[in-house]
């Protein structure tokens, strides 16, 4: 790790749910992938802004490839890079995907399932942050890549390690969320959902 000062903030997310820091331009956001194979659903939301938002949409399109890497932005909806990716333990991430929500899981038999959707919204009403439409996550840790020109893809376990993160330079004030993703009907999450750090250095 290239930053052993102490974080200015920190949140231990817990299994099947979110939370979210404030980050100040310049500073350090890392989220840390606790005991392994859980996804990370992150947003990013510019202050001030109800439409200005991480878009994985945008971000993919302006880096020319389809996953995120080292030394390359993400991008808001408004074509403006948001964070830097300075250091990444996994290098497997995913571009691609909504976030889960209550639809998926009622079509998966489970009712009232907690869900990233939720998560989002419960974080973002925590900081009376109030937004337009609905926004798409950059899902960290998430293994699901496209396996044939075709374009099929494939739900496939996490191959994040215990320890393994990803740490962004913000290049804007930012509120970041980030949900521990509460998948747990599928390999995603290696079978068990599990928690998260979402952390700010300077
Ligand atoms: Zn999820």
């Known amino acids: 790790m290239s930053n052993q000062s102490a974080a200015l903030s920190q949140v231990h997310i817990m299994p099947q749910t979110g939370g979210g820091v404030r980050a ?13 194979k859980q996804v990370g659903d992150l947003f990013a939301f510019v202050p001030g802004s109800r439409d200005e938002y991480l878009s994985p949409g945008y971000t993919l399109r302006s880096l020319g490839r389809l996953y ?15 964070l830097m990716i300075e250091e990444d333990t996994v290098g497997v ?16 038999g489970a009712k ?5 959707r939720d998560n989002l919204n419960a974080t973002l009403q925590d900081f009376e942050v109030d937004i337009e439409g609905n926004p798409d ?11 044939n020109l075709d374009g099929r893809w494939e739900i496939r376990e996490s191959v994040a390690k215990p320890g393994d993160y990803i740490q962004f330079k913000a290049l804007e004030d930012l509120l970041v ?12 999450n290696g079978g068990a959902c599990t928690d998260l750090m979402l952390e700010v250095f300077e």
Not at 112 to 116: R, T
Not at 137 to 147: G, S
Not at 177 to 188: E, F, G, N, R, T
């Open 137 to 147: 996550p950059v899902n960290l840790f998430q293994n699901t890549p496209v396996v």
């Open 68 to 82: 995120p890497e080292v030394g390359k932005p993400l991008y808001s909806a408004h074509r403006r890079p948001l």
């Open 93 to 108: 991430h995913d571009l691609l995907m909504p976030a889960c929500d209550n639809n998926l899981y009622e079509q998966m």
């Open 24 to 36: 100040l331009r310049a500073q350090r956001v890392r989220v840390t992938c606790l005991q392994g």
């Open 177 to 188: 969320i980030v949900a521990a993703c509460s998948m747990d009907l599928s390999d995603l």
């Open 112 to 116: 009232n399932h907690p869900s990233c």
